[in-house]
């Protein structure tokens, strides 16, 4: 059977960073060179994800989360709703039990984090507590799944790859000395 994978918001360049045996995407406008059966067009902040349920094994948000408010007034205007909280659970209910979600995105304190006037969502080394501690805090603002913390890690951005801090402890002096590391990497696993 194969093995598939969903990159949300993919822009112009879609990734799979398990190399799965499948790529599907999302986001406004379908990417050239992707095959329509694999691609849907969707606004995620007032849309949920248009695939079914426990569909992949692994989803990505690369330069994504930031995108995504975190909190947008209801259609008749009388109620809040949490469009950040309502992607996580998607992001949940798409993945098959123990599928991965891997998500990179710039971090709070660096500038690149709210330089981009897009940049909604301030996302810091700890968000990801909200949906991976026990219980998940984002319970209370109706984050209804679960996920465990397999790594949460600042790393930095060369054009448009991400360096993965390594084991080099010179090369990781430098990092932190010359503040190059902007992104926060998470990597969670969907508990069901």
């Known amino acids: 059977m194969n093995t598939r994978h969903l990159d949300l918001g993919c822009g112009t360049t879609p990734r ?16 050239e060179g992707v095959a329509p059966e694999y691609f849907r ?13 426990a569909m992949f094994d692994s ?11 975190r909190v947008l007034n209801t259609a008749d205007g009388r109620g809040t709703r949490f ?35 897009t940049h909604v969502n301030i996302i810091t ?8 501690d026990e219980p998940p805090a984002a319970r209370i603002y109706g984050f209804s799944g679960r996920f465990k913390c397999l790594r949460s890690a600042w790393v ?10 390594g084991a080099d402890p010179l ?12 992104h926060l990497l998470w990597e969670l696993e969907a508990v069901k």
């Open 16 to 31: 799979n960073p398990y190399r799965r045996d499948e790529l599907y995407t999302v986001d406004l406008a379908r990417p």
């Open 41 to 53: 067009s969707a606004n995620l902040s007032l849309e949920p994800i248009p695939y079914e349920d």
């Open 59 to 69: 989803v990505s948000a690369y330069d994504f989360l930031e995108h995504v408010p």
């Open 83 to 117: 469009p950040f909280i309502e992607v996580m659970n998607q992001v949940h209910r798409v993945l098959k039990p123990g599928g991965r979600f891997y998500a990179l995105t710039p971090g709070w304190p660096r500038h690149e984090s709210m330089t981009d006037p």
């Open 125 to 132: 080394e700890h968000t990801h507590r909200y949906f991976t």
């Open 156 to 165: 930095r951005k060369r054009r448009t790859e991400y360096i993965v801090p």
């Open 171 to 182: 090369r990781r002096f430098f990092d932190v000395l010359l503040r190059r590391r902007a």
